[in-house]
């Protein structure tokens, strides 16, 4: 499994975006970079995933680096909602491997 | 679309009984299936994989005979711990495998008293 580095925890106030950094330096060729996040008491919740390119969808935008070995997920306008512990997780094969979940960025809401 | 349904949320037991834990896929159909668990503040923990048919393959340091998985059919898997003991009080989590990442149940809070 690929390590991974993230910020222990972050802030952002309601209603301004948000930048999560997340550091894969020993990411594979094949590996896919899925984002998840957790809501207190809750299950992980699928948010986003890409392989090179940036992608973008209801929930977020996921800016990948070139070199691949870092990427940025993206939430356009922070919510309440939205406090929640976000993974980064490169995994090798959609759908196939068990997901390894580091310790996470805990993101705080500020109303 | 690929809602899961995990029950119960929270069960409350005595040491030295067992829990069965469901988890259900209620409108897709896996193959693979993993169980996690989540000890307070610290991040989820693989404790198995199986897969639809066969045997569970269990994570280094997970008993296969005290967490039993039953994964019986392509939509319904089940997690007994048996003869439960306080240190197993944890959060278990069901998740799915589909064709573009994971879906996970709401979750499992088991206290053993």
């Known amino acids: 499994d690929a390590k991974t580095t993230q910020p222990n925890s972050m802030e952002s106030n309601e209603e301004e975006p948000v930048h999560l950094p997340c550091n894969h330096s020993t990411i594979s060729g094949t590996d896919y970079i899925h984002w998840y996040r957790q809501l207190p008491s809750q299950g992980p919740e699928y948010v986003i995933h890409g392989l090179t390119s940036n992608v973008n969808n209801r929930m977020a935008s996921l800016a990948i680096a070139e070199d691949r070995k870092s990427s940025t997920l993206i939430l356009h306008r922070a919510t309440l909602r939205d406090a929640a512990v976000y993974y980064c997780?490169?995994?090798?094969?959609?759908?196939?491997?068990?997901?390894?979940f580091g310790t996470g960025t805990r993101l705080t809401v500020i109303p | 679309g690929a809602v899961v349904s995990q029950h119960p949320s929270r069960v409350i037991c005595k040491s030295g009984t067992s829990v069965k834990i469901e988890c259900r896929s209620l409108?897709?159909?896996?193959?693979?299936m993993f169980w996690y668990r989540q000890f307070p503040k610290q991040s989820l923990m693989l404790m198995a994989t199986?897969?639809?048919?066969?045997?569970?393959?269990?994570e280094q340091g997970v008993e296969k005979d005290k967490f039993l998985i039953n994964h019986a059919s392509l939509t319904l898997s089940t997690l007994t711990v048996t003869s439960a003991h306080p240190e197993d009080s944890s959060f278990y989590i069901c998740?799915?495998?589909?064709?573009?990442?994971?879906?996970f149940g709401s979750g499992t809070r088991l206290t053993v008293v």
């Open positions: 409108d897709f159909q896996a193959t693979t």
């Open positions: 997780i490169p995994t090798a094969q959609t759908g196939a491997n068990n997901l390894f």
């Open positions: 199986s897969n639809e048919g066969s045997k569970a393959t269990y």
């Open positions: 998740s799915f495998s589909l064709n573009y990442g994971y879906t």
